[in-house]
T-cell receptor, first 108, second 117 residues
Framework: ELKVEQNPLFLSMQEGKNYTIYCNYSTTSDRLYWYRQDPGKSLESLFVLLSNGAVKQEGRLMASLDTKARLSTLHITAAVHDLSATYFCAVNNNDMRFGAGTRLTVKP | DTEVTQTPKHLVMGMTNKKSLKCEQHMGHRAMYWYKQKAKKPPELMFVYSYEKLSINESVPSRFSPECPNSSLLNLHLHALQPEDSALYLC????????????????FGSGTRLTVV
């Protein structure tokens, strides 16, 4: 059974700081996704990573994928308050399975 | 049209009621999904339809009954639900089961917040 593990589950950051969220998964897959969810809202697609070594960047967020290590990272650079949300990684193995989510709070 | 539309946005129902959730997409996607999300938890897969055929049923109780009338529509029929079924129900779609669209992967609707009283 595919398992997707994220850490940390909770992250409190100061504005301007950098941090990384980690996502490990248990079976071979070369399709990994990162989503953002604001409270009471649906899921917003951030990144789709489709191959080993894939790196994508959007603003202050950068995601990477290492399929050999079964690891993806979401790096946050110079955090701002607007990034406060819950971030999910998900792995596709003919259906989408989610990690537990990282609840990020960015404080002034 | 790059959206998945879910109706209603909010639903309150009694345990003896019958209701339906609706999901619609016009992106030509051939895979559609129902997820259930409890507060502060990740979405949990319930059902997968591929080319209008039920592909995956994650051991969901029979009080939830999915239906895919055509390639654009997905329904979830609800009957005799329990209070613990209260949750956000999310519909999603993708080009196919592999979801390998480099731009979007899966597209999620805004969800139906269901309360069972």
């Amino acid at each position: 059974e595919l398992k997707v593990e994220q850490n940390p589950l909770f992250l409190s950051m100061q504005e301007g700081k950098n941090y990384t969220i980690y996502c490990n998964y248990s079976t071979t897959s070369d399709r990994l996704y990162w989503y953002r969810q604001d409270p009471g809202k649906s899921l917003e697609s951030l990144f789709v990573l489709l191959s080993n070594g894939a790196v994508k960047q959007e603003g202050r967020l950068m995601a990477s994928l290492d399929t050999k290590a079964r690891l993806s990272t979401l790096h946050i650079t110079a955090a701002v308050h607007d990034l406060s949300a819950t971030y999910f990684c998900a792995v596709n193995n003919n259906d989408m399975r989610f990690g537990a989510g990282t609840r990020l709070t960015v404080k002034p | 049209d790059t959206e998945v539309t879910q109706t209603p946005k909010h639903l309150v129902m009694g345990m003896t009621n019958k209701k339906s959730l609706k999901c619609e997409q016009h992106m030509g996607h051939r895979a559609m999904y129902w997820y259930k999300q409890k507060a502060k938890k990740p979405p949990e897969l319930m059902f997968v339809y591929s080319y209008e055929k039920l592909s995956i049923n994650e051991s969901v109780p029979s009080r939830f009954s999915p239906e895919c009338p055509n390639s654009s529509l997905l329904n979830l029929h609800l009957h005799a639900l329990q209070p613990e079924d209260s949750a956000l129900y999310l519909c999603a779609s993708s080009q196919d089961l592999q979801g390998a669209n480099p731009l979007h992967g899966y597209t999620f609707g805004s969800g139906t917040r269901l309360t069972v009283v």
